[in-house]
Structure formats: structure tokens, C-alpha cells
């Protein structure tokens, strides 16, 4: 399994940035995808997923209406739109998938495979 980020870099508070994951390697039937970032000194903890079998999504309370996850089946890629970014969204965003169930946790040990990461930084 491999899972590729790209996207990040160095935005102003109340710019835009879209990650991107590119994933191979498996073909599970039903499965969950996720974006999760990891600031300094902070635990890495979850910002939206998404499952594969009905679209459906989650998001943290953080980032709801500035944050959409979405995805390109037919280029195996999911995305992770933020507007109106923060300082405090400062930090290494992370794709995972979980291949055991379908459900789109939020939990990062329920993940079972991870991207290398990608960083955000937003300052001015």
C-alpha cells in the first residue's frame, strides 16, 4: 500500500491550499480515508475522513465549513480543500487509509496504512 501527500507549503492566515493523496496497492471493498495533521509537541489527531462505499464524511469541529475532504476515484486520489486557514492549522498533514473496516473513524490507531506527509504552514 502507498499513499503519496503533496499540496503543502507556506500560506497566509485566510489563504487556501488543497492537499492531495494519491493512493495504491490495495483494493479493499469498503474502506476509510482520512487526513490527519500533527503539530509540534502536539498529538497527531484527525481532521476529516471519508468512507469509500457511500462518500460519507466527517469532520473535526476545528476545521467544519473551511475544510472539504473529497475524492477522484478514477485517479485514485483524495483531496483535502482548506480555506480560510489559521495559524493554529499550522502542522504536518497526514493521509492514512483503514482497510479492516469501512467506518470512517477519526481515531488515528484505527488507521492501518500512512502517507510520509506533507507540511502546512501558515503564517504571515
Known amino acids: 500500500v502507498q499513499l503519496v501527500e503533496s499540496g503543502g507549503g507556506l500560506v497566509q492566515p485566510g489563504g487556501s491550499l488543497r492537499l492531495s493523496c494519491a493512493f495504491s496497492?490495495?483494493?479493499?471493498?469498503?474502506?476509510?480515508i482520512g487526513w490527519f495533521r500533527q503539530a509540534p509537541g502536539k498529538e497527531r489527531e484527525g481532521v476529516s475522513c471519508?468512507?469509500?462505499?457511500?462518500?460519507?464524511?466527517h469532520y473535526a469541529d476545528s476545521v467544519k465549513g473551511r475544510f472539504t475532504i473529497s475524492s477522484d476515484n478514477a485517479k485514485n486520489t483524495v483531496y483535502l480543500q482548506m480555506n480560510s486557514l489559521k495559524p493554529e492549522d499550522t502542522a504536518v498533514y497526514y493521509c492514512?487509509?483503514?482497510?479492516?473496516?469501512?467506518?470512517?473513524?477519526?481515531?488515528?490507531?484505527?488507521?492501518?496504512?500512512w502517507g510520509q506527509g506533507t507540511q502546512v504552514t501558515v503564517s504571515s
Open positions: 471519508m468512507r469509500s462505499s457511500d462518500g460519507s464524511t
Open positions: 496497492g490495495f483494493t479493499f471493498d469498503d474502506y476509510a
Open positions: 492514512a487509509v483503514r482497510g479492516s473496516s469501512g467506518y470512517p473513524s477519526m481515531g488515528v490507531r484505527d488507521y492501518d496504512y
